[in-house]
């Protein structure tokens, strides 16, 4: 079984933000970029989490959440089902993630393992697209996983066209930008049918990888007020609905 990537992340990720702070009922302090106002909040969780208070994470204003589903060709999150179902049945529009290893199976083979095991969509309101999370090795020094620029791209490539014929949508792409001009290139293939999900731990959501215009969810910090990393919705309630429904 392949060790949950959530812990190595956040070890990994001890990036400063510049962030504005708010108070929470005049005690808890939950660190939030200036750019969050008005925008739906959500995070994303692993089997790190384990099993969610998700009437809490609700109560907090938890309005969407990605779980992690798979890893590489073999890993499935041992908990996903408590989360994913648990968010649901809470009132919370969820979706789920893969986190890619590129170098040990096929972008197909993967995408086929992640939609077996919990990265399906329909639409129905309350389900995401499936979203791919590619970002620098957390095993190895090889941070692009041992493929040349061009290989990547055609990794990603695949895992999509997979990832579309089983479910019918291209999927969300979660990376930073500084991971994604290292290891494809800044390749602007994707750019006009995949969702950006980017992640930068910052004030702001900075550059953006070539041609995205705009992110769909920035993932600002790996811990606040709701369990699991930190997200926002680049949008309102009502179109992030619109999203989800396709």
Known sequence: MAIDRKSSRQRARLVAASVATLALGGTALV??????????????VSSHQKNVNWSSAKSKGAEFVYVKATESHTYRNPYFAQQYNGARNAGIIRGAYHFALPHTSSGTEQAAHFVRNGGGWRADGWTLPPALDIEYNPYDKKKCYGLSKSGMVGWIRAFSDEVKRQTGRRPVIYTNYNWWKTCTGNSAAFAANHPLWLARYSGSAGSLPSGWKFWTFWQYDNSGSLPGDQNLFNGSLSQLKTFARG
């Open 31 to 44: 660190e939030v970029p200036a750019a969050a106002a008005g925008k739906p909040k959500g995070h994303d």
